[in-house]
């Protein structure tokens, strides 16, 4: 099976990456940590201006009323009160409270009706009931998950001298409240707007202002922004206060009033987008959605699949980024992803449009952390290539240079590079080889390969290969030296000189003794790693090498031969004693000058 290249194998795995995290946003399942940074950065409270005022049916209500439901002459009572200036009465008094049915007391449901026909100026609420519910279209069926399955209206004397409109407050799926419905179609009524609209366009109608249009919606819903916390619109006063006429009514003139429960335990209490720890009762989530029509600001949800599509290009793209990103780059590379995507985000907010806040700032810096450890363990396993390649041929300031340049010294493949090339061989081994017993043989060859091996990285070189007794060397290469030749050189007098103390030992101990023949040339050759994927070693080839090999093969024991090249570049700093053309060396024409190396300063 043919191996899948490594580009390629990259390639696959950003994108399967960048997928992945498209796919995990899609599903939703960061839809709830989404909606709490969202909330977070886009909602911000503000002071109300005091046109709306909520008058709570709170505490000090229940402690004088006694529990609700109370008779509904209070609540009579009440609009009667704030109404009873014609001159300074209320733009609009809506009541956040249903009073569905006839009561037990026909007088006092006459006496409410009465009290909103008069004032003109009063908003009541009705309130659906939803559910699933099974709809049958001849041999067709389907599941409406959002049916309407009740409504409770006022009772008919207050449904005519009163407006309408719904107060269903319905949470998203995490059970805060950022939409509200704007509409619900009522079977045999028609289409009874969202209790808050019909108190702005009342609002409108008593200040002579024209009403702002209405927001668009997704599935009969709309996105606002909140204006003030809980508590924003209370000024601590109480249905009580209107009732004993504590309070002057000239105080709310002009002003909308909202009269709704304001308690505890009165199960009218939501989390918003604008505080998910307090609870915001009903009655203010109707103020603020009054403030939204006012301001007529309802900033719209980007198309999710635009933003899914937005999001796998961004990881794509910063994956194939941070891929081998010095950390520095990767991490200027991520503040800016971030830090561009959160000043987008603000930007198109103002401007009406909402994009999802955490799934690019969260993926990126997912990406960015597995990208920063992939490349350190990367860079670690290169570095151990690197050192298990050529840790044990190149002396340890090559290998330190070698490391800085990582991968790239370990590519398959070779360049042209002038090299200084040495070759050394045991003259006189298989005699002596022929007379001793094999662990005898290999002790001593082992003795002197450790000593060509020694030479070579004191002197900074490339051990290429060890082939029987012979060793072949080379230096300027894999990274530029100084001087290399002065360097292969001063490796072959270092054996040449530490063969004559091995020499003596082999003498006193097996009566035989053996040396070194080295030869030594310089000029271009391949260098690089060659071989295939699976199995490659770092070598030089080409005429060069060559040279130095028939060099070495013509050199009696203890003499080193040089090419005339090498000579010209020692200069002064060597003695040689030229063989001109007496020493034939194989693929080289007649005449190719060979020199002995004896002395090096």
């Known amino acids: 099976m043919e191996r899948i290249p490594k580009r390629v194998r990259t390639i696959g795995a950003i994108l399967l990456t960048a997928l992945c995290f498209t796919l995990l946003a899609a599903s939703g399942l960061t839809d ?4 709490a940074a969202s909330d977070a950065y886009y909602q911000h409270a503000t002071s109300a201006d005091g046109l709306i005022t909520v008058v709570g049916m709170d505490q000090r209500a229940v402690d004088a009323l006694g529990p609700m439901p109370w008779p509904r002459t209070v609540i009579a009572d009440a609009i009667a009160y704030l109404n009873s200036d014609p001159e300074a009465r209320p733009a609009v008094i809506a009541i956040d409270t249903l009073y569905v049915g006839e009561s037990a007391d026909p007088a006092a449901d006459a006496y409410l009706a009465a009290v909103c026909a008069d004032g003109g100026n009063v908003v009541v609420a009705g309130a659906g009931t939803f559910g699933s519910d099974l709809i049958i279209e001849g041999e067709d069926f389907s599941v409406d998950p959002r049916a309407l399955l009740a409504w409770d209206e006022p009772y008919p004397a207050l449904k005519e001298a009163a407006a309408v409109g719904h107060i269903n407050a319905m949470a998203d799926a995490d059970g805060i409240v950022r ?7 009522v079977p045999g009524e028609g289409t009874v707007m969202s209790f808050s609209r019909v108190i702005y366009e009342k609002y409108c109608e008593a200040a002579g202002l024209t009403p702002g249009p209405l927001p668009r919606t997704s599935d009969g819903f709309f996105y606002f922004p909140f204006t003030a916390p809980g508590g924003g619109y209370y000024d601590h006063i109480s249905v009580i206060d209107l009732v004993d006429g504590e309070i002057d009514p000239a105080v709310f003139a002009g002003r909308i009033v909202l009269i709704g429960p304001y308690a505890a335990g009165m199960q009218d209490e939501y989390r918003t987008s604008l505080d998910h720890a307090a609870p915001t009762y009903g009655v203010e989530i109707q103020a603020n959605i009054v403030d939204a029509f006012r301001r007529g600001f309802f900033p719209r949800e980007v198309s999710r699949l635009l ?6 290009v961004l990881c794509l793209g910063l994956g194939f980024f941070f891929l081998d ?4 780059q990767a991490f200027l590379g991520w503040a800016g992803t971030v830090v561009g995507w959160l000043f987008l985000c603000a930007v198109l907010y103002r401007a009406g449009h909402i994009l999802r806040v955490l799934p690019v700032p969260l993926f990126v810096t997912i990406l960015f952390v597995a990208s920063v450890a992939a490349n350190y363990i990367r860079a670690r396993m290169e570095k151990h290539r690197v050192e298990n390649t050529f840790g044990h ?5 090559v290998m330190r240079e070698l490391l800085e340049r990582g991968s790239d010294a370990l590519e398959l493949g070779g360049t042209m590079t002038d090299i200084a090339v040495l070759f050394v061989d045991i003259r006189g081994f298989t005699t002596m080889s022929e007379a001793l017993d094999p662990p005898t043989v290999v002790e001593i060859i082992n003795r002197y390969l450790t000593l060509t091996t020694e030479c070579i990285m004191k002197n900074h070189g490339t051990l290429d290969k060890f082939v029987g007794d012979c060793t072949m060397a080379f230096w300027n290469a894999p990274i530029p030296q100084e001087d290399p030749v002065y ?12 063969s004559r103390a091995v020499g003596e030992e082999l003498m006193e101990r097996f009566g035989r003794t053996v040396s070194f023949g080295v030869g030594v040339h310089f000029g271009p050759a391949v260098v690089g790693n060659i071989g295939a994927p699976l199995r490659m070693d770092y070598t030089a080839i080409g005429d060069t090498v060559n040279t130095a090999a028939r060099l070495e093969a013509n050199a009696p024991g203890g003499k080193i031969y040089i090419s005339r090249v090498v000579a010209d570049i020692l200069g002064e700093r060597a ?8 020493v034939p060396l194989k693929g080289k024409a007649a005449g190719f000058e060979v020199l002995t190396l004896d002395a090096l300063e």
């Open 179 to 185: 939409h509200a419905l704007l509409s619900v179609e």
């Open 32 to 35: 709830s940590a989404d909606g």
């Open 487 to 498: 360097h292969a050189c001063k490796a072959a007098m270092d054996m040449v000189e530490g």
């Open 307 to 312: 933003q899914l599509i937005l999001l796998f």
């Open 393 to 397: 041929y190149v002396d340890p300031a």
């Open 575 to 582: 003695r040689t004693t030229s063989l001109g053309g007496s």
């Open 325 to 328: 990103r010095p950390v520095l």
